[in-house]
C-alpha cells in the first residue's frame, strides 16, 4: 500500500444503532482523522424510523445500503456491514477503518481488522460496551460531537454542561501515562503524553471532562504546568513550592 499524507479511511455507519442528528458532527470528527473515501450506511430503510437518514444521506454523500429484516431477531445490518468490512480490508486499498456503532457485536471485527495492522476507530454512545470500545485504536462519543458542534453553532452550550466527569477524576489516567512514557526528563511532549493516554484508554477524550482539548485539561489542574510556547508543546508535574504559590494566601489572626 503506498504511503499518503491523509490516511484514507472506510466508514461503515451501524444506522439501527446511530442517530441521523449526529450524522454532520461525526463526519466533521472524521476528518481530523484522515479522508473518508467510503461513506457506507447500514439499515433496512423501509422502516420510518429511518426517515432520517435518509433525509442526511445526499448531504454527507453516504451511500445507504438496504438490508430488510427478513427474520425476527436476526439483525441482517450487522451481517452486511460485516462482510463489506471483510471486502474492504482484502482490498488492501485502506489505512484504517471507522465503525459507527454502539453495538458489542462489532468487537471482533475491530480486533480482526487491526489483526491485519490498520487502525480502527469507533464512534458510539457512552452506552456503548467496554469490549468494543477497547478494541478500537480510539474510541469517540458521539455525545462530546453533539456538544462541540452545538457550542460552534449556537455559542450557548459548553463542554462542562455536558461532560461526565470532573477534571481531577483524569489525575490517574494523565499519571499512568507519565509512568508509561517511562522519561526521565520532568517536561513531557504532549503530544506523546495524549498518544500514551490513547493508548491506554482508546476511549480517552478531554472532553469528557469538560475541556476541548489535552492543554486545556490539564490547565485546569493545579498539578500540572504547560508550555505551549515550546516547540513541540510540552507539559510536567507542577514542582511542590509553585503549587503552594497558588493557593490562597491565608488571612492573618486576628489578635
Not at 471507522?98 to 480486533?111: E, H
Not at 489525575?171 to 522519561?183: D, H, W
Amino acid at each position: 500500500m503506498a504511503e499518503r499524507d491523509t490516511p484514507l479511511l472506510a466508514v461503515l455507519i451501524d444506522a439501527d444503532n446511530t442517530s441521523p442528528k449526529a450524522a454532520k458532527a461525526i463526519f466533521v470528527e472524521i476528518a481530523t482523522l484522515g479522508e473518508a473515501a467510503v461513506r457506507r450506511l447500514y439499515g433496512d430503510f423501509s422502516s420510518p424510523r429511518m426517515k432520517g437518514w435518509l433525509d442526511t444521506t445526499a448531504s454527507l454523500a453516504i451511500v445507504p445500503h438496504q438490508q430488510s429484516a427478513n427474520t425476527t431477531g436476526k439483525n441482517a445490518s450487522d451481517i452486511a456491514l460485516v462482510i463489506d468490512a471483510m471486502d474492504l480490508l482484502h482490498s488492501n486499498r485502506f489505512d484504517g477503518f471507522v465503525l459507527v456503532s454502539s453495538d458489542s457485536d462489532f468487537t471482533r471485527l475491530a480486533s480482526r481488522i487491526r489483526e491485519q495492522g490498520l487502525d480502527v476507530y469507533g464512534i458510539g454512545e457512552r452506552k456503548t460496551p467496554d469490549a468494543f470500545r477497547n478494541a478500537c485504536k480510539r474510541f469517540i462519543f458521539i455525545e462530546n460531537l453533539q456538544a462541540s458542534a452545538e457550542r460552534q453553532d449556537t455559542g450557548e452550550a459548553t463542554l462542562d454542561n455536558t461532560s461526565k466527569q470532573m477534571p481531577m477524576e483524569a489525575i490517574p489516567l494523565i499519571e499512568a501515562a507519565i509512568s508509561a512514557l517511562g522519561e526521565e526528563s520532568d517536561w513531557h511532549q504532549l503530544g506523546r503524553l495524549g498518544q500514551q493516554l490513547i493508548a491506554n484508554h482508546p476511549d480517552f477524550d478531554s472532553r469528557n471532562f469538560g475541556s476541548g482539548n489535552l492543554s486545556g485539561l490539564l490547565k485546569r489542574i493545579d498539578r500540572y504546568e504547560v508550555d505551549l510556547k515550546s516547540s513541540p508543546a510540552r507539559m510536567r508535574k507542577r514542582p511542590a513550592d509553585q503549587s503552594s504559590s497558588r493557593q490562597p494566601a491565608n488571612k492573618a489572626k486576628k489578635t
